[in-house]
């Protein structure tokens, strides 16, 4: 019997991969001044696609006869980072440019900011670490973290920004 499985759409037809102008702009002028510019970088940021590395890591093992031992199974697993205060981020790249820079055998997968949000407090991490080898290295965490992944929008209101829900909470 012949099964035929689909994978979904992650939607992002014709993504190269690259981070748009819009992103390199936004984290370029935060850069240049992180203390008034980082919610207006989360907020082009939150409808950014991210990539998320993923890494095989070994299940079982099993040894042969001589004792060596060989994978008997692999899983892919997303890659947190622990910082020197012992919490735990998620990585996540704006473009495959910067994510080469950190690793240039990483293996890519497309997720939008809220599902790498979503992600990183799955895997217990405190935050999303964006672009850890640069150009430009941009933290969401704590609150943001939780709004993101609980699916509120930040939205400029006047010259302050505010969370704002776009959907019911109890469709996701």
Same mark, same amino acid.
């Given at each position: 019997?012949?099964?035929? !499985?689909?994978?979904?759409?992650?939607?992002?037809?014709?993504?190269?991969?690259?981070?748009? %102008?819009?992103?390199?702009?936004?984290?370029?002028?935060?850069?240049?001044?992180?203390?008034?510019?980082?919610?207006?970088?989360?907020?082009?940021?939150?409808?950014?696609?991210?990539?998320?590395?993923?890494?095989?890591?070994?299940?079982?093992?099993?040894?042969?006869?001589?004792?060596?031992?060989? $994978?008997?199974?692999?899983?892919?697993?997303?890659?947190?980072?622990?910082?020197?205060?012992?919490?735990?981020?998620?990585?996540?790249?704006?473009?495959?440019?910067?994510? !080469? !820079?950190?690793? %240039?055998?990483?293996? %890519?997968? %497309?997720?939008?900011?809220?599902?790498?949000?979503?992600?990183?407090?799955?895997?217990?991490?405190?935050?999303?670490?964006?672009?850890?080898?640069?150009?430009?290295?941009?933290?969401?965490?704590?609150?943001?973290?939780?709004?993101?992944? $609980?699916?509120?929008?930040?939205?400029?209101?006047?010259?302050?920004?505010?969370?704002?829900?776009?959907?019911?909470?109890?469709?996701?």
């Amino acid at each position: 019997m012949h099964v035929v !499985r689909t994978i979904p759409d992650p939607g992002f037809a014709g993504d190269d991969g690259a981070a748009t %102008p819009e992103v390199t702009a936004a984290l370029a002028a935060y850069d240049l001044d992180p203390d008034h510019r980082h919610a207006a970088t989360l907020a082009v940021l939150q409808h950014a696609r991210l990539l998320v590395p993923v890494t095989a890591v070994v299940g079982d093992v099993e040894y042969d006869e001589r004792g060596l031992a060989h $994978d008997k199974s692999s899983d892919m697993a997303t890659v947190l980072m622990q910082g020197q205060d012992g919490r735990m981020a998620l990585l996540a790249f704006t473009g495959t440019d910067a994510l !080469r !820079r950190w690793d %240039p055998a990483g293996r %890519p997968v %497309p997720v939008s900011m809220r599902d790498a949000a979503r992600a990183a407090r799955h895997d217990g991490a405190d935050a999303l670490l964006l672009d850890v080898a640069g150009p430009v290295l941009f933290v969401v965490e704590g609150d943001e973290l939780a709004a993101l992944a $609980d699916g509120l929008a930040l939205a400029e209101l006047g010259e302050r920004f505010g969370w704002l829900r776009t959907e019911h909470p109890d469709r996701g």
